[in-house]
């Protein structure tokens, strides 16, 4: 079995990365290695926002549950992205009803609205201080977008009766940020951003709480299928369950090829600027709304409740992240922001996630015992959390929203597991230019 690289290529084993998450929370108490043989109902591997809301789904139904991790809880995706709880599914209405049909368009929003109710509700159940605010503000880079975003939001306001997103023309997109870089947009107060790595340990705490049992540091090596169960086979210890789900995102490795030629790893990057003066920090984005641009690689910026600036932004693939990731960004944060040249950037990470080519979820049955979730592109606060959710109530019988995610169909990325990187490169270096042109 072949070292999945991946997990060890940026990071050291068992630690953090050096982000402003990691440091402007207090970690969670270890949680020991698997070093036995054990049994359970569900074995669960990855303890992201997938894995965790699974394991507290199934917890609730009297399933008893084992979760697995390489590393530690929300050392992912989960616990370095950009915290924005985004409406809608990372498609928007048109394409999905234009690929879909109206009824599933409407299923697939409706799942995405109650992905971000959820969210905010298990917050609330689990009393989880995850610094939660309202907001997102959509901007578009090129002026020509403004009608198409217009039309947009009436679509939304209209059809799909969601009044909590409004159309920003240029006046107002240039009184909320201090930047000339756009031209429209919208404010969807229906949305927000949080601390990410606050809401992975939240989710974990309750779940400790509820008797889940959580391995760290227990990286999967394989897995075997029989009819009845399925092994997991970690470096010092076994999992023996009737049920499998796979919630590893971009870290999944050779553990399933199928899930590998339908979902792409890619790393993108986030810094954090020294605090700011407070109404420095007000004028750049009024409001304190988080913010995401139009670009194909997109760019996505918040204040942190320090005051600093998050500016998340470009993106890389392979295993390797860049040697120095904060000069990396901040070239795109100035193109933004040049009112900032002469600011310090205190932090710079990177993490890896996992793109879909129709940008949609990759949820699917694999096998009578085993489920697999990932593919979010982006878009993984609300809709990981969520999956979780359905693949859980799917493993209990509960089958009609899960079945409404894996309905949708996806194709394999072109050239294997040997040649999609380099042509993504390629499809990424076309869409950069388009971009700047």
């Not at 979780?388 to 309905?407: H, P, Q, R, T, Y």
Request: charged residues 20%; hydrophobic residues 40%; neutral net charge.
């Amino acid at each position: 079995m072949l070292k999945n690289n991946l997990l060890y290529s940026n990071d050291q084993t068992g630690r953090y990365p050096p982000s402003w998450y990691a440091t402007s929370c207090s970690e969670l108490d270890h949680q020991p290695a698997l070093a036995e043989s054990v049994s359970c109902d569900v074995c669960i591997i990855g303890a992201g926002f997938t894995g965790l809301s699974a394991a507290l789904t199934l917890v609730a139904s009297g399933v008893d549950v084992v979760l697995l991790d390489a590393h530690r809880i929300g050392w992912g995706a989960s616990g370095r992205n950009g915290g924005q709880l985004g409406s809608g599914q990372r498609l928007e209405q048109d394409e999905l009803e234009e690929r879909y049909g109206l009824d599933q368009a409407r299923a697939l929003w409706d799942l995405a609205e109650a992905s971000k109710q959820h969210v905010k509700d298990l917050i609330d159940e689990h009393n989880i201080d995850c610094d939660y605010r309202p907001g997102i503000v959509h901007v578009n880079h090129k002026r020509g977008f403004t009608r198409k975003t217009e039309a947009y939001v009436a679509k939304l306001n209209r059809e799909y009766q969601y009044d909590q997103i409004t159309f920003a023309d240029q006046s107002e997109v240039r009184e909320r940020l201090a930047s000339v870089a756009y031209y429209s947009g919208s404010v969807d107060i229906g949305s927000g951003h949080l601390h990410p790595l606050k809401l992975a340990f939240g989710y974990a705490g309750a779940a400790v709480k509820q008797n889940v049992r959580i391995y760290e540091n227990t990286e999967v090596l394989k897995y075997t299928e029989t009819a009845r169960k399925v092994t997991v086979k970690t470096k010092r210890g076994d999992v023996s369950a009737s049920r499998l789900l796979l919630a590893c995102n971009g870290y999944l490795g050779d553990l399933n090829r199928q899930v590998a030629s339908s979902v792409m790893p890619i790393n993108n990057y986030i810094i954090a600027t020294e605090p700011l003066d407070t109404d420095l920090a007000e004028s750049l984005i009024r409001e304190n709304m988080a913010v995401a641009d139009s670009k194909f690689v997109v760019n996505y910026f918040r204040i942190s409740n320090d005051n600093r600036l998050l500016f998340g932004g470009r993106e890389s693939y392979g295993y390797r992240f860049p040697e120095d990731i904060k000069f990396f960004v901040r070239s795109a944060m100035l193109d933004v922001y040049p009112q900032l040249e002469n600011v310090t950037v205190d932090y710079g990470w990177g993490g890896t996630l996992a793109i879909t080519m129709n940008r949609m979820p990759y949820i699917k049955q694999l096998s009578a015992n085993v489920i697999s979730s990932s593919g979010y592109s982006g878009h993984g606060v609300g809709m990981a959390t969520m999956a979780g959710k359905l693949c859980a109530e799917a493993m209990v019988g509960k089958l009609d929203s899960f079945n409404v995610m894996s309905a949708v169909d996806h194709m394999a990325f072109p050239g294997g597991t040997f040649l999609r990187s380099p042509l993504l490169k390629l499809g990424m270096f076309y869409y950069s230019l388009r971009d700047k042109l």
